[in-house]
């Protein structure tokens, strides 16, 4: 077994991810460290790179598929990286913080801009990351500049600008060894708090009553094409409610696969093929996934799934 640097004490061996995703699937890390501070992920970096590991970066789990097999090297979860500071319209948040409870306080603090927020099931690094979005909002409406840590373990600024942002997309899922650390978000400041947070109540009470509840789901499976959305063209391809072993397609919104009873990464992974399968013979409209593979799958043919 590789030994640990008293500062590095809390890298652990063979942890579980399944608890830390979405979905609540996939197997174990080889070596996994959650830090609490900038140095100690720094340190992680650096331990992973003297050992000669591969990283992987983690955040809420809620746009990510881990395979049953696990993911090699060191995995690095930014779930502690937590704070929000506030200096008149600019927010300055961590990446590890959720977007719900930011959606949450901006409002109560008069700033507005992220209530369609409310009820995104991740946080504020993989938003950055993915440009995810509601309501016909998203995260380029307010992102200003990011601090991302390079694979060397330095830290850079970047604008906007440099982040390319386009319909669920964004320059970095081409960087993956580089990972975001903190986002400065041009909020409106000066709003009515109670208007903010009545805008918060309607966009979570659109979420609830439109997109499934109670079981684990990462959110949207795929991104929605045009003209028509992707539960559309699966709900109309009469797919709702098709299930492989644990996991269903919902029967409220078609674009959301459910982990209805124990369900594997290699069902969803079945499930997502098939789905994109028969929308292609009915539509020949082709369904790109907006979750990430995360570690080794087998059986996958399907044109449309991103590498990993």
Same mark, same amino acid.
């Given at each position: 077994?590789?030994?640990?640097?008293?500062?590095? @004490?809390?890298?652990?061996?063979?942890?579980? =991810? /399944?608890?830390? %995703? $979405?979905?609540?699937?996939? &197997?174990?890390?080889? +070596?996994?460290?959650?830090?609490?501070?900038?140095?100690?992920?720094?340190?992680?970096?650096?331990?992973?790179?003297?050992?000669?590991?591969?990283?992987?970066?983690?955040?809420?789990?809620?746009?990510?598929?881990?395979?049953?097999?696990?993911?090699?090297?060191?995995?690095?979860?930014?779930?502690?990286?937590?704070?929000?500071?506030?200096?008149?319209?600019?927010?300055?948040? @961590?990446?590890?913080?959720?977007?719900?409870? =930011? /959606?949450?306080? %901006? $409002?109560?603090?008069?700033? &507005?801009?992220?209530? +369609?927020?409310?009820?995104?099931?991740?946080?504020?690094?993989?938003?950055?990351?993915?440009?995810c979005g509601a309501h016909g909002q998203d995260m380029s409406k307010s992102v200003v500049s990011i601090q991302v840590m390079t694979p060397e373990g330095t830290?850079?600024?970047?604008?906007?600008?440099?982040?390319?942002?386009?319909?669920?997309?964004?320059?970095?899922?081409?960087?993956?060894?580089?990972?975001?650390?903190?986002?400065?978000?041009? =909020? /409106?400041?000066?709003?009515?708090?109670?208007?903010?947070?009545?805008?918060?109540?309607?966009?979570?009470?659109?979420?609830?009553?439109?997109?499934?509840?109670?079981?684990?789901?990462?959110?949207?499976?795929?991104?929605?094409?045009?003209?028509?959305?992707?539960?559309?063209?699966?709900e109309h391809t009469g797919l709702k409610g098709t299930r492989i072993g644990g996991v269903e397609v919902s029967e409220l919104h078609a674009n959301f696969f459910?982990?209805?009873?124990?369900?594997?990464?290699?069902?969803?992974?079945?499930?997502?093929?098939?789905?994109?399968?028969?929308?292609?013979?009915?539509?020949?409209?082709?369904?790109?996934?907006?979750?990430?593979?995360?570690?080794?799958?087998?059986?996958?043919?399907?044109?449309?799934?991103?590498?990993?």
């Open positions: 077994m590789m030994m640990l640097a008293p500062s590095l @004490a809390t890298i652990q061996p063979s942890v579980i =991810l /399944a608890p830390f %995703t $979405a979905y609540q699937v996939g &197997g174990p890390a080889q +070596w996994f460290i959650q830090p609490k501070s900038i140095p100690e992920l720094q340190s992680a970096l650096g331990w992973a790179k003297e050992n000669n590991l591969p990283v992987t970066w983690l955040g809420f789990g809620s746009n990510v598929l881990v395979s049953d097999q696990g993911i090699p090297g060191l995995v690095i979860c930014l779930r502690s990286l937590q704070h929000v500071e506030v200096e008149g319209d600019l927010v300055r948040v @961590a990446a590890g913080v959720s977007l719900a409870k =930011l /959606a949450m306080k %901006t $409002a109560r603090l008069g700033l &507005g801009g992220m209530e +369609w927020a409310v009820g995104i099931p991740g946080s504020v690094g993989g938003g950055v990351v993915m440009n830290i850079e600024t970047w604008a906007a600008e440099d982040l390319a942002y386009s319909y669920r997309t964004s320059s970095l899922q081409t960087k993956v060894d580089y990972v975001v650390l903190e986002a400065t978000l041009h =909020l /409106a400041a000066g709003q009515d708090p109670k208007v903010c947070e009545a805008h918060v109540e309607r966009c979570n009470h659109y979420r609830k009553t439109t997109q499934p509840a109670g079981f684990p789901t990462c959110g949207s499976v795929f991104r929605n094409p045009k003209p028509h959305g992707a539960g559309w063209l699966i459910l982990n209805r009873e124990g369900a594997t990464a290699q069902d969803i992974i079945d499930l997502m093929q098939y789905v994109q399968e028969k929308v292609w013979e009915r539509w020949q409209a082709p369904l790109q996934p907006e979750v990430k593979l995360l570690g080794e799958f087998t059986g996958i043919t399907n044109l449309w799934l991103p590498e990993h």
